[in-house]
């Protein structure tokens, strides 16, 4: 199995206040827990500049409009709560989709079996028409409608196993039967959608879990939900927005995942895509919040990506 390894070189430049969790700092450590041997046969790329305009393939048509004019010339400015935007942050989030354009590039003209791109902002909480839960732009749907657009791709899968319900995601293909989203998450938690009766087209899946579910209960709800309806989708690709934030170390959310759960996790959707798409993944980094938690979930998701196997690591 060959794993593509897309880093961003600009990630520090997207700046949030002292003391956010979403911060650079999270980049970092990503870097740092797959600089071992271990790690030594990824192919590694920096993300190129993507083109930001195809944000519009997702987002209504004064979206970009609306963040350029939220855009402070210096320092940060302030979008809503918790969702913050600095002078360089649109660079840094043309540089995260191009880094996700490239590893979907790499992945469907077949230079490699999957991908990780380690990303920031993240983008799954970006609705149509609204920025929100530190998200500027939704990347994993705008690489879901490329893969359409671009290579043809007649049935897209997104599985979210962020620990918050990626809102955006389901708002943009929840009318949409061509992308199958699917997502396991707290609840209840921000942003508070995501329950189970959320459906759209047939084409939404939500496996909603209480607060300290651990990874037993992670594994009856894929066993039982997410993973027979993904294998019925039978997708041409299946995408992932990679949350780390359910790691029992998170400081926002309640959720008891270890490490371990997350190669596990992996390791199973592995098997879909042998199955249905020809092994092709393309996981793009959204949340994860303790660095530490962070950096073992991504050493445990990124061997099982290399390997095809569950628990090939020791932490």
Not at 38 to 66: K, N
Not at 275 to 293: P, Q
Request: hydrophobic share 40%.
């Amino acid at each position: 199995m060959t794993t593509l390894l897309v880093s961003q070189p600009n990630f520090a430049d997207h700046q949030t206040p002292q003391g956010h969790p979403e911060r650079a700092d999270r980049i970092q450590a990503v870097n740092e827990a797959l600089e071992d041997d271990h790690f030594a046969d990824l192919v590694r790329r920096e993300a190129p500049y993507g083109d930001i305009t195809l944000a519009e393939l997702v987002h209504d048509g004064r979206y970009m409009e609306q963040l350029r004019a939220a855009r402070p010339s210096e320092g940060i400015g302030q979008i809503d709560g918790d969702t913050f935007i600095s002078a360089d942050s649109l660079s840094v989030a043309a540089t995260g989709l191009g880094g996700a354009l490239a590893g979907l590039d790499a992945v469907l003209l077949g230079e490699v079996d999957n991908a990780f791109c380690a990303i920031r902002p993240p983008g799954h909480h970006a609705e149509i028409d609204r920025p929100m839960g530190f998200c500027l732009i939704n990347t994993v749907a705008i690489a879901a409608r490329e893969a359409q657009r671009k290579y043809g791709a007649e049935r897209v899968a997104i599985i979210d196993f962020d620990v918050h319900h990626g809102n955006g995601t389901q708002d943009i293909f929840a009318a949409d039967a061509s992308v199958f989203y699917a997502s396991s998450h707290q609840m209840p938690l921000f942003p508070g959608t995501g329950h189970p009766s959320e459906t759209g087209a047939g084409n939404i899946v939500n496996a909603a879990l209480r607060a300290q579910s651990d990874g037993e209960m992670m594994r009856l709800a894929y066993s039982e939900t997410i993973l027979p309806a993904l294998d019925d989708f039978a997708p041409d690709l299946i995408l992932l927005s990679a949350g780390f934030d359910a790691h029992h170390r998170d400081p926002l959310a309640q959720l008891d995942w270890d490490n371990a759960d997350f190669a596990w996790l992996t390791a199973k959707l592995m098997d879909v895509a042998e199955r249905r798409c020809g092994n092709r993944i393309v996981s793009l980094l959204e949340g994860g919040y303790d660095l530490k938690g962070l950096a073992g979930g991504v050493r445990q998701h990124v061997a099982a990506l290399m390997s095809g196997a569950a628990n090939t690591l020791k932490d």
